[in-house]
Each structure stands twice: as C-alpha cells, then as structure tokens.
C-alpha cells in the first residue's frame, strides 16, 4: 500500500502490486485479499497521532473486519517508556506505545517489532534481538529491519511478541528463532 499514485511504479519495480489509500480513511480495499498486514508506515514526524497512532489502529480494525489473523507492526524503541526517550521524540514514541496496545488487545496474531535508529546503510542480514537491547548501539539498516519485519510472518516463536531489534552478528532467521528462549 503506498498513499500517493507516484510511489506506485516503485512497488511494481520490486515485483509487488500496489495499492492506494490513505491511512487516515477508509483503508478496506487495500486489506482486501491479503493474507497477512506489516504495517511500515510512518509519518516522519508530520502526523504521528493521524498515521503513527490512528493510522495503525485503522489498519488493525480493517485486518480484523476482513478476517485477516497475521499482523506485525513496525514500532519503535523505546516505544515501552516514551517518557525516557528524547524530548523531540516523545510524541511520536507515545503515539507508536498507543498503536501497539491497541494491537496487542486485538484478535490478530500480532508481532510488535522495535528498531533503534534507522539508517540507509546496506543490509548486512545479521540482527540482535531482545527485549533490553542498548539504544546506544542499536542503529540498523532499513534493509535489514524491512527482511526482518517478513521472515517473522511465519515464525512461531514471534507470535504475540514483542520485541527490540538492532544491528548484531547472527542471521535474522536465527535471532528469530531464539525469542522462545528468552
């Protein structure tokens, strides 16, 4: 799903099919067919209550209307105490908190996934996974949190998780694979 008609040839170019809507509207034609959502979007500070917060829960309601079971979302650290993270940031931290609680009390088999910093780096395919990861040393590339965010859609061990990702030295499969270890 893209919200503007030129970011359309983007999503053809990597092989998808692309759908328009709006986050902030009705959202229904785009979930239609799917079997699962990733939710990525994100306001970039323009709009974090309307897309970061409502925008999810739209998504949210619009997956479970269509019968949809599989739901990860793209978070952020720091998400869980959005009182310690950066005063520019708090808004945007409490708006992701909300999107994920009201996740987490749905019906969806949902994953919560939290980066640190992104960066445009490439991907290096090697990840840490937790729940206490250092905010300090967590920067990662967009790349590897994008292939992150799809090896979970089958991975038990991810299901009704919650989780911190950064940069590390294991393979993503396998730093998914442990989170029923911990």
């Known amino acids: 799903m893209v919200r503007d008609e030129e970011q359309a040839p983007d999503v053809e170019a990597l092989g998808g099919e692309p759908v328009v809507a709006d986050l902030t509207a009705d959202v229904t034609h785009a979930v239609r067919e799917c079997d699962a959502i990733i939710f990525a979007a994100g306001s970039g500070g323009e709009d974090v209550w309307g897309v970061d917060r409502d925008g999810a829960i739209n998504m949210v309601d619009a997956a479970e209307a269509a019968g949809i079971k599989r739901f990860v979302m793209l978070s952020s650290l720091g998400a869980d105490h959005p009182e310690n993270g950066p005063e520019a940031l708090i808004e945007y931290l409490r708006a992701k908190a909300e999107a994920d609680e009201y996740l987490r009390d749905s019906d969806l088999t949902q994953t919560i996934v939290r980066p640190g910093p992104l960066t445009n780096e490439p991907g290096t395919g090697r990840v840490v996974v937790g ?52």
């Open 131 to 182: 729940t206490d990861i250092d905010p300090d040393s967590a920067e990662i590339p967009r790349e590897d949190v994008a292939r992150t965010l799809v090896a979970t859609l089958p991975k038990e061990s991810t299901y009704d998780a919650t989780f911190e990702l950064g940069s590390g030295d294991d393979p993503i499969d396998d730093a998914l694979g442990r989170l029923l270890d911990e």
